[in-house]
């Protein structure tokens, strides 16, 4: 039987992404983004890859009028592991993981898939919400990074 591959043209997809930098956790990253966007987003199971132990946590949102998805999710995942070592001063030690590794910088993205936005007036809502920093648009360029972004 032949093996079929899936090509990243194969999941052409239209989206905008959004970084979004905040000191906060992302519990009340989406509660302000819920309040400011007129939106509901709500947690879903984390997004984990098979053989590593890092979890992300993502809150989704499914519009109806505006035919459209909203994903909040993590970008920074922590992990604690265990030290057998007796010369070390801790017995844990943690470790973390990039979501999207082009951005080490940015704590949350914001995915939008499909509908019609005006994401500069989305942005300038977003910036002023309580507890984000700042918020701006990113484009990737890894083909790994946009394979990352198929959550269904």
């Known amino acids: 039987m032949a093996k079929h591959r899936l090509k990243l043209h194969d999941f052409n997809q239209e989206y905008s992404l959004l970084a979004i930098h905040s000191n906060s956790e992302i ?86 898939e499909d509908g019609e936005f005006n994401i500069e007036e989305l942005i300038f809502r977003i910036n002023n919400c309580k507890n984000i920093m700042s918020c701006y648009l990113v484009n990737l360029k890894r083909d790994k990074s946009k394979y990352n972004l198929i959550f269904e």
Do not use: C, Q, W
Request: glycine share 2%.
């Open 27 to 112: 519990f009340k990253v989406a509660h302000s983004l819920n309040g400011s966007l007129k939106i509901s987003l709500k947690r879903e199971n984390d997004i984990y890859f098979e053989n590593f132990d890092y979890k992300y946590s993502i809150y989704k949102y499914v519009s109806s009028k505006y035919k459209s998805k909203m994903f909040l999710f993590s970008n920074k995942s922590l992990n604690s592991s265990k030290v057998n070592t007796e010369t070390t001063l801790f017995n844990e030690i943690d470790t973390s993981s990039l979501f999207i590794t082009e951005f080490p910088k940015v704590e949350f993205f914001l995915k939008i």
